[in-house]
């Protein structure tokens, strides 16, 4: 598979990101829609104005959970990983499990792509 900059350190692909199409569309209803949902999955007040990125890995914005409270992100940033699949850990990793069980797209993306540029 080609390389892929647009799929995140935990797998998920940002292109398929509600915050990523609102940042790309510029689309209010669909951050204020994002905002809720997020919230309440991350037990996290997240307002529409914080639903702004353009990718985890790509230089540029990214939304304040994704920056600055994702432990995902902080630990592989902190181990000096540019995705989880570096991780020899990755298969009994309680932090990235919850994004596999919701969405195997992420492990599959991070299985089979080559993610480093």
Same mark, same amino acid.
């Given at each position: @598979?080609? %390389?892929? +900059?647009?799929?995140?350190i935990c797998g998920l692909d940002c !292109? +398929?990101? =509600?915050?990523?199409?609102?940042?790309?569309?510029?689309?209010?209803?669909?951050? #204020?829609?994002?905002?809720?949902?997020?919230?309440?999955? %991350?037990?996290?007040?997240?307002?529409?104005?914080?639903?702004?990125?353009?990718?985890?890995?790509? =230089?540029?914005? +990214?939304?304040?959970?994704?920056?600055? @409270?994702? =432990?995902?992100? +902080?630990?592989?940033? =902190?181990?000096?990983? #540019?995705?989880?699949? !570096?991780?020899?850990?990755?298969?009994?990793?309680?932090?990235?499990?919850?994004?596999? !069980?919701?969405?195997? !797209?992420?492990?599959?993306?991070? %299985? %089979?792509?080559?993610?480093?540029?």
């Open positions: @598979m080609e %390389n892929k +900059k647009n799929i995140a !292109e +398929k990101c =509600d915050a990523f199409l609102a940042t790309k569309n510029n689309d209010d209803a669909l951050r #204020e829609k994002t905002a809720q949902l997020w919230s309440k999955l %991350n037990n996290v007040p997240i307002l529409p104005e914080h639903i702004n990125c353009e990718g985890c890995r790509i =230089d540029g914005i +990214k939304t304040y959970y994704c920056s600055t @409270m994702c =432990d995902i992100r +902080k630990c592989a940033v =902190d181990r000096g990983f #540019e995705t989880c699949a !570096e991780c020899r850990e990755i298969d009994s990793c309680s932090k990235v499990a919850n994004v596999f !069980e919701h969405n195997a !797209e992420a492990r599959n993306n991070l %299985n %089979n792509c080559l993610c480093l540029e």
